[in-house]
């Protein structure tokens, strides 16, 4: 919606056409994100009027289903997850406000308890290369049919959203790594999470921070006999995610459209919810409950409630996990 006169965008809505399955039956939805209204004319019930327009649009292309998700309570969500945060560069979220200081504790005792190895422990751990498409979009394929709701990729998408290519996009979103294998060369592992900013407003020090979000990942040892060594290789692998999201650079847009091979990109906090196994090891490696709530939906579906990894007291349970597959904002 624009501006009649200025011809200015004031309010926007996307959705996105993609596949999911739903307890094993795949199909085709409109991942609904990025609902913005100008702050001016809030409360004008303009989202009941993009809602529409982009139900109608939906309805053209033959699609009847969506999948959204919203920070409030609507009826009814098919599950609900809790926002974890895990501070890579505390003082600064300290600086900002975005984190606080526990009562008893120190500045010094924070950096210490939040420090991060300097190297990834998982062998042969490395960025994702367009010869690994195949092997990880089998990989994930096996992994994410796990989930009671999950993304039916194909590996067009998995192309188009988990590999970075340079001359595609100079600037770099997503970050994603495998393991591969030194004696059998055969991908492993898969780990990946985005970028996305946010501004400071008020501080003479900081204008931003740079929050990496976690993103999909599988590992074969998921499909080891009762699981066994699912736990202590999936927090293994989630560390080195940290670490990768800490211990590299970024740089501003104009500089990395010039030089865009070798892109690094330094966060300052890592978030998680708890669907996917995320209960496996978020408390393990020292992500801090949010305040934050996201309640997934289904439009024109019904479904039995699945579980989004929280118990009664909105606690990461292991016993609660594997319902919700499909990450959103």
Known sequence: MRASKSGKLVASICGVPSEIRVRGRKLRVIEINFLCIHKKLRSKRLAPVLIREITR????RGIYQAIYTVGVVLPTPVTSCR??????DWLKLYEVGFSHLPPGSTKARQITRNHLPS???TPGLRPLEERDLDATYDLLERFLSRYDINPAFTKEEIDHWLLHRPERSPEQVVWSYVVEDPET????DFVSFYSLTSSVLGNQNHSEIRAAYLYYYATEAAFAEKEKGFKDRLQMLINDALIEAKKVFTTPLRVRIKHSDGQQAHFDVFNALTLQDNPLFLEQLKFGAGDGQLHYYLFNYRTPHVNGGVNERNQPDEKKRGGMG???L
Do not use: E, F, S
């Open 119 to 121: 190297q990834t422990a």
């Open 326 to 328: 499909v990450v959103l």
């Open 83 to 88: 926002y974890y945060h895990r501070a890579l």
């Open 185 to 188: 060369h055969r991908i492993t």
């Open 57 to 60: 649009r939906c309805y053209l």
